[in-house]
């Protein structure tokens, strides 16, 4: 029986190894497509047809000689699969996107891997100088941030559904199933993103930004990427009307799978009602006058122009976008250090933004005032504490607690890490390093100055790390490595055990 659990095994990896690895060469080949539009760009046709072209006939040939097996296996091999195999297609996707910047001249390979990392990741620190950035490596790192919003998994289930699709789509980052049937769960957020799109892109011309940017920046935006198509982001087009737009594809994009099929149902007082959405709205309101108030009096602006940049530069730091209305070299340290917590906040739990997470935030701070309720009123006063998500109220239970509690801390505690690490590796000070990690661990995307062309390997190689554990929410990279060495040489066990024995 164990040699048959072992065989089913390698054959389920093969499978969904294959199907992964054709996912990501199809979808680094889709920037072939501005070629017919921008001629001049058709000489790095090559550094994209090579690596996605292998890519999808290798995993093809995998596919076709390891067809999934029948025979299930138990849960803890369950759970170990799908760590490994969705760490799996995040390094394989990340080596993939960057090879066409490096086949195509335009980076390192240690710069191309630390673009790619930050597109996959939506997180968009960038080392290129997009001013002279070819049309189609634009797209390139657009397209990784719109896809990697989505997630490697999710793109595959949306395709093709198997068995232990559910295992992967969790282990991936995705808490909620919106229809009974994954695959139509992933085939109606698609859709959803799809529209946003069309929307976003029209709205954007509509106000005067050229079409090839208005796909860009719709693509970002919804990703909550921050990938821009201009040095200064979004602040160089100077316009207030795109500016609004931007705000208002970045909540799209930061806001819960979940809720959003609510808005769109047009179910409007339930969406209303989600504790997660009232509490980014909240913090919003409290956050935005505080930066305009801090720009006012410190950097004399104008009180429209303080607004203008608090709401935007506010808006993109708790969403985890990264666009920026302006350099923040000379922005105050209070204003800075707003933008650092909203960046550790981050977005919605079941969305495309990074960060700690709304609804961790909101419970934190719930418990933080049920335990000061008891401490001045009589255990009966106190009622068992709820919360309100897009499915409806929900316990707030000691294993949620406890779940989020674990997260909080190891975040909280790579954020120190890295942010030290950082005052080393790039000779900054203190505040500096805490804004430039806290932008890399939460997928954000603003900067401080720290990251740009030239920045040093070991400083990319930190930001790399945070930004991938950001992502993946700690636990799926931690499990993996731990399972890894068992995984493949205990023979008695794991996979590849009678190979290596």
Known sequence: ???????????????????????????????????????????YFSAFLAPGGLSALAGLLLWWLA???KLAISRQENAVFSSLTVLFAWFYGILIGALPFVLGGQLSLLDALFEAVS??????????????????????????????????????????????????????????????N????????????????????????????????SINHTMCALSTGGFSTR????GEYNSFAIELVTVIL??????????????AHRRWKQFFRVSEVRFMFLLLAIF?????????????????????????????????????????????????????????????????????KLTRAYLLLRMAGIHIRKRLSSPRRVCAPSYYKAQGPAPIDNALLADTTGFACCYFFLFVVGSLLLTLAAHCSLTEAMFEFSSALGTVGLSIGLTAPGTSGAVLLIEMAGMLLGRLEIF????????????VFRKNKWLFGRMCG
């Open 1 to 43: 029986m164990a040699e048959k659990i072992r065989a089913a095994c390698i054959r389920r990896d093969g499978s969904v190894y294959g199907t992964l690895m054709m996912l990501i060469g199809l979808l680094t080949l889709v920037p072939l497509c501005i070629c017919p539009f921008y001629p001049q760009d058709s000489r």
């Open 67 to 69: 067809p999934p097996a």
């Open 119 to 180: 597109g996959w990741t939506t997180t968009g620190l960038s080392v290129m100088d997009v001013s002279v950035t070819p049309h189609i490596y634009l797209f390139h790192r657009s397209f990784m941030q719109f896809c990697g919003g989505l997630g490697f998994v999710m793109m595959m289930v949306m395709l093709v559904q198997k068995k232990q699709s559910m295992e992967l789509f969790s282990a991936e980052g995705h808490p909620d199933k919106l229809m009974p």
């Open 182 to 213: 994954l695959r139509k769960t992933a085939q109606v957020i698609f859709k959803m993103y799809l529209i946003f799109l069309i929307v976003g892109t029209i709205a954007y011309v509509a106000v005067g930004m050229p079409l090839f940017d």
């Open 231 to 234: 040095l200064g982001s979004i």
């Open 250 to 263: 970045m909540l799209i994009g930061t806001t819960n799978f979940a809720v959003l099929l609510l808005g």
């Open 288 to 356: 935005t006058p505080m930066l305009t108030f801090d720009l006012m009096s410190e950097m004399h602006m104008g009180a429209f122009e303080s607004l203008r940049r608090a709401l935007l530069d506010g808006v993109s730091a708790l969403s985890t976008t990264g666009y920026s209305s302006m350099a923040y070299g000379k922005w105050p340290a209070f204003s800075l250090a707003i933008l650092i917590l909203m960046m550790l906040i981050g977005g919605g739990i079941g969305s495309t933004a990074g960060g700690l």
């Open 476 to 487: 799926p990279i931690v499990a993996g490595i731990y399972a890894l060495p068992r995984f």
